[in-house]
Nanobody, 120 residues
Framework: QVQLVESGGGLVQAGGSLRVSCAAS????????AGWFRQAPGKERQFVAA???????YYADSVKGRFTISRDNAKNTVYLQMNSLKPEDTAVYYC??????????????WGQGTQVTVSS
């Protein structure tokens, strides 16, 4: 069992930066891939980024070049650094862990989400 707690969301102006974090419980965190999804009001949850257990990274086209996913296994934490934020990045951001291979993820555990709001 893995529990995930996101933090770091908030309100930022367009063009600004924000880093959200996800702290995981459990000693096996380093064996999992980790990912970030987001869900805007009235829209489906969408993939943002993923990082494999050995730190290969994958991004949605909409955030490529602006967002960076990273992990610190010693701290059981995964991060999402978001730069050049746009109003369309406004959403609840969810952390997840599971497995990721060949562009496909199987996500076993989810956090409760953290709100990111980008004002224009």
């Amino acid at each position: 069992q893995v529990q995930l707690v996101e933090s770091g969301g908030g309100l930022v102006q367009a063009g600004g930066s924000l880093r959200v974090s996800c702290a995981a419980s459990g000693r096996t965190f380093s064996r999992y891939a980790a990912g970030w999804f987001r869900q805007a009001p009235g829209k489906e949850r969408q993939f943002v980024a993923a990082i494999t257990w050995n730190s290969y990274t994958y991004y949605a086209d909409s955030v490529k070049g602006r967002f960076t996913i990273s992990r610190d296994n010693a701290k059981n934490t995964v991060y999402l650094q978001m730069n050049s934020l746009k109003p369309e990045d406004t959403a609840v951001y969810y952390c997840t862990v599971g497995s990721y291979s060949s562009g496909q993820g199987i996500w076993d555990y989810w956090g409760q989400g953290t709100q990111v709001t980008v004002s224009s």
